[in-house]
């Protein structure tokens, strides 16, 4: 309810006035002197304040001279009650002392209650418009709290967002586990703002010791460099969670003498078993919220996820190490098994060729003796002579046939183009293919692998090109130049259907002439189509000598 305050020296006046204010919404309060009405503004916030201006001690215009100069009663509107209203010098004054009306003696009852609730109606919207500035200050207050606390959230989340991303992104790509795990705890501090954190692997519960593998910053003193083993007591936390696999969140740190924090710990849990926990120790209290702990849940699952895929890349690479040291073993032992059979053919056609041909070849000077010494008198000896000579000159043949089939003589007197065309002439006589040469007038000096090499794939060639082609013509060429050696051979016989070098179509012979390519650091194509030939491409690796180089084609 409004108040006004009711000033006269007079308590008829009073009285009388007071019962026309109660015909208003309002509580009146009486004062006989100025300074019992400004002992009652101290006390009470008025809606108007009615005053005589004639009053002993303190006149109404001093007592509004007072009330305008303190802050709480400024705002205060005051009425004189006087009979010398009428006077303008009076009413001047009186508006500069902050009087906002006048109201002359005799009072009438109507002016006086129209007046009043003008100015009560006033008061009671700027009481409302107080009302509702200070709600809304209070809202706004509220408000900035909000948007502060929301501003507070906002940023850890961000930060929690910042760091899954920064980890994510360092499980893209680190390839090795060590320095994963360890920039792994670089961001949880920097950008996470945890305090600590540490990564154990390999846990072993019934030893109680695990590999410290990353931390940040140094919690476990150690001089040795990490990864280390770790050996905790059997009431450890980390035992515990590893035992019932899911993680402890926001528990006390165990150290008395460490920095006021809490601890969470994340078991690293897979399909195949537990590969090790993350500890952090956080600022934060002894609880953390369900959004703060879905994060560090994430984390730990696409670090357990990360771990599992860098060890099986690594089990896959020491797997595909293994089988390329293999490989080159193999590839080795083959180079190691076919030098020794060309060994082996040289030696068996050096000694079939001088032991066993100088072996017939005194047979048969033998038989020639005897003959001449025999003469007429033994004739079943005569008889049967010739037949003899014959059988001893097939052995000799056969015995030739042996030795070039072997290791060709040419090959190692006269070089591989001597070699490659009487291949070829030989073909041609027991097959009745037509062979065609293209090569250079003047061979280029190779040393013997290189000979050796060529000239088997050649033969190896005109073996499957007899057997399975079906073919009448074939082109054999060799080029060469100051890098490389180029042999081509190709027939117009049938083609080929499927992978040659599948184990399946028996083509063994192809992968041994590809190794023999491979050995050199060369390599073998081969071309071919159903009813449109075969085509053999061997290219080697070759530096040809300043004397060839003049005669390259």
Request: glycine share 6%; aromatic share 6%.
């Amino acid at each position: 309810m409004a108040k006004i305050l009711l000033v006269d020296d007079t308590p008829a006046n009073l009285v009388a006035m007071t019962r026309i204010l109660d015909l208003v919404d309002a509580r009146v309060f009486p004062a006989t002197s100025a300074m019992e009405a400004l002992n009652l503004c101290l006390e009470h916030d008025f809606a108007l304040a009615l005053v005589d201006v004639y009053m002993p001690d303190m006149d109404g215009y001093e007592l509004a001279r007072t009330l305008f100069s303190v802050e709480e009663t400024r705002k205060l509107p005051i009425l004189f009650v006087t009979s010398a209203a009428r006077d303008e010098f009076v009413r001047l004054r009186g508006y500069e002392l902050g009087a906002v009306d006048y109201i002359e003696k005799p009072v009438d009852d109507r002016i006086l209650l129209s007046k009043v609730n003008v100015f009560l109606e006033l008061f009671r919207r700027r009481s409302e418009q107080e009302r509702l500035v200070c709600l809304l200050s209070e809202r706004q207050e509220d408000l900035n709290r909000m948007v502060a606390q929301q501003t507070q959230e906002l940023g850890k989340a961000v930060r929690e967002l910042d760091t899954l991303n920064a980890c994510n992104e360092a499980l893209l790509w680190f390839k090795e586990e060590t320095p994963l795990l360890q920039e792994i705890c670089r961001i949880l501090v920097t950008i996470g703002g945890f305090l600590r954190v540490w990564v154990g692997l390999d846990p072993d519960p019934e030893r109680h010791v695990l590999t410290l593998v990353a931390q940040t910053p140094d919690h476990f003193q150690t001089e040795d460099p990490l990864p280390v083993s770790l050996a905790l007591s059997p009431q450890h936390l980390v035992w515990q969670v590893l035992e019932q696999g899911q993680a402890f969140f926001g528990l006390p740190e165990e150290n008395p003498a460490a920095q006021v924090c809490t601890q969470s710990v994340f078991p690293l849990s897979s399909a195949q078993g537990c590969l090790g926990v993350l500890v952090l120790y956080s600022p934060e209290g002894p609880a953390l919220v369900e959004a703060q702990k879905k994060p560090l849940v994430s984390l730990a699952n696409n670090l357990t996820h990360g771990l599992e895929a860098l060890r099986e890349t690594a089990r896959r690479f020491k797997v595909q190490e293994a089988l390329k040291k293999s490989e080159e073993r193999l590839h080795e032992l083959a180079i190691h098994i076919e030098d020794v059979r060309e060994k082996e053919r040289r030696w068996m056609a050096q000694e079939v060729h001088d032991e066993m041909g100088n072996s017939l070849a005194n047979l048969k000077m033998r038989l020639l003796w005897l003959k001449d010494k025999l003469g007429s008198s033994c004739p079943i000896f005569q008889r049967h002579f010739p037949d003899l000579i014959l059988d001893l000159e097939e052995t000799l043949n056969r015995s030739r046939q042996i030795t070039q089939s072997l290791r060709p003589t040419i090959l190692d007197h006269l070089g591989l183009l001597a070699a490659l065309q009487w291949l070829g002439e030989e073909t041609s006589k027991n097959t009745g293919l037509q062979v065609d040469f293209q090569w250079p007038v003047v061979e280029p000096l190779l040393d013997d692998g290189r000979k050796t090499a060529l000239f088997r794939i050649a033969q190896e060639a005109f073996t499957n090109i007899t057997r399975h082609a079906n073919a009448k013509r074939v082109n054999i060429g060799l080029q060469w130049t100051d890098g490389q050696l180029i042999l081509s051979i190709e027939d117009d016989g049938r083609g080929m259907t499927e992978n040659p070098f599948d184990r399946k179509t028996g083509s063994m012979g192809l992968s041994g002439m590809k190794e023999r390519a491979r050995q050199w650091g060369g390599k073998l194509e081969l071309h071919s189509q159903p009813g449109h030939g075969f085509r053999l491409m061997v290219t080697l690796p070759w530096v040809a000598d300043r004397a060839d180089d003049e005669n390259a084609p």
